[in-house]
């Protein structure tokens, strides 16, 4: 059965017309498009805006704000996201990277949605015509939502504040195995003053490493430092099983991962 696809010019009557039952917003089609061929009947009809903000970049000093349809092809070629650069490379390969949303990103069931990681990491806001929402609420509440997401905004941080791994078996564009955000703030003796660390494919959503970063406070990022947050990196977590990996074999390789990623 052909699918219905209805263009608005605003994301207000773009948001008014996914109300009818059935119909899903089209982005970068990564999802919505794969989930249609591979017969997911619960999809009838396709939406989308084609306001231009949607697509837009805007850098004010160290505020960032990302527009939903933006792909990861331009961030990762942005000159003033070369932080993101990494995580955005992380995602499929230049194909999928070329057509891959960072609002739909924010949708992508795990082991999907490695950038979505990165931005739980950066404790940005999720933008819609409602208002702006923290990234750990929305998350929570994605399958629930119906909102159409505008923008994704954040502070970057400080030179070599963030950090990002994805580990995988096949490269460079391999689905995940786990991937690790950090955003770590060092005080002038070098101990960790501050520390956010989210995690993909240890949840069926990213989601913070709560017991590590408290462990890391304090401490340098040295062998011995991290000791104690390696030890209670699986607290908190429900790791995936899929063709990729147990969860078994997740929780036994974070402490690993996480533990290059802090070092590194």
Not at 131 to 136: C, D, M, R, S
Not at 151 to 169: E, M, T, V, W, Y
Request: net charge positive; hydrophobic share 50%.
């Amino acid at each position: 059965m052909a699918l219905a696809l209805r263009t608005f010019a605003s994301v207000k009557d773009a948001n008014a017309a996914l109300l009818l039952p059935g119909t899903r917003y089209l982005g970068g089609g990564t999802l919505v498009v794969r989930a249609a061929n591979e017969g997911d009947v619960a999809v009838s009809g396709l939406v989308r805006a084609t306001d231009p903000a949607l697509s837009a970049i805007a850098v004010s000093g160290e505020k960032i704000r990302i527009g939903a349809s933006v792909t990861m092809a331009a961030i990762a070629r942005h000159p003033d996201l070369g932080p993101l650069a990494k995580a955005a490379r992380a995602v499929g390969g230049p194909a999928v990277r070329n057509m891959a949303t960072v609002g739909g990103n924010l949708f992508a069931p795990a082991p999907y949605g490695d950038f979505a990681v990165a931005l739980l990491a950066l404790a940005a806001t999720v933008a819609t015509d409602a208002g702006e929402t923290p990234i750990e609420a929305f998350l929570a509440g994605r399958d629930g939502s119906r909102a159409i997401v505008t923008s994704i905004n954040f502070a970057l941080p400080s030179q070599g504040g963030f950090r990002f791994l994805k580990a995988s078996r096949v490269k460079p564009k391999g689905v995940s195995v786990l991937s690790i955000a950090a955003v770590l703030e060092q005080a002038a003796d070098g101990t960790v003053s501050s520390a956010r660390i989210a995690l993909g494919c240890m949840a069926d959503q990213p989601i913070r490493a709560n017991a590590a970063e408290k462990a890391l406070l304090g401490r340098k990022l040295d062998a011995d430092g991290i000791g104690p947050a390696l030890a209670v990196a699986c607290e908190g977590t429900s790791p995936i099983t899929d063709p990729i990996a147990s969860a078994w074999y997740r929780a036994e390789v974070l402490p690993v991962h996480l533990g290059r990623l802090l070092i590194g």
